[in-house]
């Protein structure tokens, strides 16, 4: 369950990234979630943005595109882990 949380803070942290990736401009972003354009500035460069927020943004930026380079991160945020092969994995469950 802590990875979730985890997950969803790199997510938060990555926000403004994604906008920013997705090509929509700041202004436009704003209309749509319903907050004034300066607001709209602060929040991306702070990161505060709250959950419904969030869920609002990507609704409107989230693609195929945007999905790969986001995961691309995760992975890259993960590169030391430790990982188990497949077959291991099928050892441990069976």
Partial sequence: MKEVIQEYQYLRSMISVLIAKSGYKNSFLAEKIGLPA????????????T?????????????????DFYLAEIMKQRKNDEFVSMEQFKIEMA
């Fill in 38 to 49: 300066s607001n709209f500035s602060v929040k991306k460069q702070r990161g505060t943005w």
């Fill in 51 to 67: 959950e419904m927020e969030m869920e609002k943004i990507l609704d409107i930026i989230e693609n195929e595109e945007l999905e």
